[in-house]
């Protein structure tokens, strides 16, 4: 299934100006039939999905404790 830049904006909450301007940069993949844009919704929930996925695992990790302050002394 595809979605305009209208509903993808609709479905983002976003203005369809920067979802325009996000598919002009190629930072949004879509195709264009001529007279509009259209971005499929399967690899954008995929997209979504992976973002989020990465979100999580970087929240986790800023997370983590600092480890205590070691010593290293040259011992040369």
């Avoid at 299934?1 to 879509?30: D, G, N, V, W």
């Avoid at 259209?38 to 989020?52: A, P, R, S, V």
């Avoid at 999580?56 to 404790?65: F, R």
Wanted: hydrophobic share 30%; no cysteine; aromatic share 10%.
């Amino acid at each position: 299934m595809y979605l305009s830049i209208k509903e993808t904006a609709e479905y983002l909450s976003l203005p369809e100006s920067y979802i325009e301007k996000l598919i002009l940069q190629k930072r949004i993949r879509a195709i264009h039939d001529g007279t509009q844009y259209l971005i499929n919704k399967e690899q954008f929930n995929t997209h979504l999905e992976q973002m989020e996925k990465y979100k999580k695992m970087v929240e986790e990790y800023m997370n983590e404790p600092i480890p205590e302050d070691w010593d290293a002394k040259d011992e040369d």
